[in-house]
C-alpha cells in the first residue's frame, strides 16, 4: 500500500481519519503541544488496516503523524506529560460542534485516557511518514465490549505497540 496523506477540514473528513488511525500506539512524549503556533502534533505508530484486509493479509505498522491546527486549547485526562515512556492504545477520534464552525476534537484512548481540543474549526493533517515493519498480530475488539484497559502494560488488543521501532521527533 502506498503511504496515506489526509486532510480532515469536518466532522465527515474527520471520521475517515479516525478509522485509519484506530488502534494507533502513541507514546506520551511524541504528543508535542505547541500554544503559541495553536498546534498540536503526535507521533505515532498506526496499524495498516488496509493491508489487514486486502487480498493478501499483511499485519504491519506505520509510522506516522498527526497534525491538529487552529488549536484554542488542549487539556488531558489520565495522560501525565512526565510519563513519557507511557504508550496509548488510539480507539478514535470525535468531534462536537460547539459555535459552527468551532468545536471540541477528542481523541479517545484505552485505559480511560484522552486528549481534548478546543478548536475554532477541523483542520487536521494525517500522513504516513515512511517506516514500516511487521505487527505480531492484529488488534481486535469484542462486539459490544468496550476495549480492554491497557493502561498498566502499555499494550494494544493483542498487538504490542512496537516502540522498539524508529521514531521521528516531530518538536
Do not use: Y
Amino acid at each position: 500500500m502506498d503511504p496515506l496523506k489526509l486532510i480532515a477540514l469536518d466532522k465527515e473528513d474527520l471520521e475517515v481519519v479516525s478509522a485509519h488511525l484506530q488502534d494507533a500506539v502513541v507514546r506520551v512524549e511524541d504528543i508535542i503541544w505547541r500554544p503559541f503556533e495553536h498546534r498540536l502534533v503526535i507521533g505515532l505508530n498506526r496499524f495498516d488496516w488496509e493491508a489487514a484486509s486486502g487480498a493478501n493479509p499483511a499485519w504491519r505498522r506505520r509510522r506516522a503523524a498527526l497534525r491538529f491546527d487552529r488549536v484554542v486549547s488542549f487539556r488531558a485526562r489520565n495522560v501525565s506529560p512526565a510519563d513519557k515512556d507511557k504508550v496509548l492504545n488510539l480507539l478514535a477520534l470525535e468531534f462536537a460542534e460547539t459555535d459552527t464552525p468551532a468545536g471540541t476534537v477528542t481523541l479517545l484512548f484505552s485505559g480511560g485516557a484522552a486528549l481534548r481540543l478546543d478548536v475554532e474549526c477541523v483542520e487536521t493533517e494525517f500522513v504516513d511518514l515512511g517506516p514500516v515493519w511487521a505487527a505480531s498480530g492484529c488488534p481486535h475488539h469484542e462486539s459490544g465490549a468496550s476495549a480492554p484497559d491497557n493502561s498498566k502494560t502499555g499494550s494494544s488488543t493483542s498487538d504490542s505497540p512496537d516502540t522498539d521501532r524508529p521514531k521521528t521527533r516531530l518538536a
